[in-house]
């Protein structure tokens, strides 16, 4: 697909997505002021971004398929994949408390993460070559942040918005893959003491491994690699759960242990 927007148009959105993230606020979906923008120029909005956190240097840690699940798909009215990147500053420790002042809409959702320790490149990758470049899959709670008001939004502003990506907690207890039954791997996410959320990873692709297949073959249309030593997330497996400050939440998974945060103010 190509791009439709100019160069000062990508950087006008990317400034305008830059400041609802870093400031916090709702903005409208971009389609709004430019109703026949592509992926493409959702993308291309996305690596201008991507390019200035680096330059305001965050490192870039990994990446995150998104909308890989049928939950997801549905609760966002979407029907296709997307990717985004992940960045140190992105990053919250285990049982940590996580600010709510510095975001929007904050929602959690349980994720199995892949931890590469070989570059994957595409186009043609496959669920087995990235089983095969895997060190070990972790599970992770994604805290994502849609920045648009009303939760008004398409796939392109999404992916200008970096897939709603905010903060990332990986933990639990770490595993090769080749020591589990990946799909039927069964998740739990608790807010506050109550099951609210409840899936096998078999909902993300079949088999999270091909959402990570997918993103790398994604990342090759941008002319990209995922270097080894990446950290992936492969998708929500449930849907996504709003919180607020006060709240509690517990991420369980088969095999793979829980996560606990909270939210404060
Ligand atoms: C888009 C982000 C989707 C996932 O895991 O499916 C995502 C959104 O829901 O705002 O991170
Ligand atoms: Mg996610």
Known sequence: M????????IVRLCERVEGAQTRAYAIPKLTDEY???????GYAIQTELRKRFIEQGHKLVGWK???TSRAKMK????DQPSIGFLTDKMSRPENSVISTADLVHPRVECEIA?????KLSGPGCTAEDVLQATDYVLPAIEVIDSRFSGFKFDLQSVVADNGSSARFVGGGR????????????????????EIVEMGAAAAVMDHPAAA????VNILAGMGEELPAGSFVMSGGITAAV???????????????????????E
């Open 2 to 9: 190509k791009t439709t927007l100019d160069r000062e148009a």
């Open 35 to 41: 109703p026949l923008m592509t992926m493409a120029d």
């Open 65 to 67: 398929a998104g909308l």
């Open 75 to 78: 609760q966002m009215g979407v």
């Open 114 to 118: 892949f931890v590469t320790r070989e």
């Open 174 to 193: 770490p595993r090769y893959v080749e020591e589990l039954d990946l799909p039927t791997i069964g998740a739990v996410l608790e807010k506050n003491g």
């Open 212 to 215: 990570v297949a997918m993103l």
């Open 242 to 264: 709003a919180v607020a400050p006060g709240d509690h939440v517990i991420a369980r998974f088969q095999e793979l242990g829980s996560i606990s945060i909270r939210f404060g």
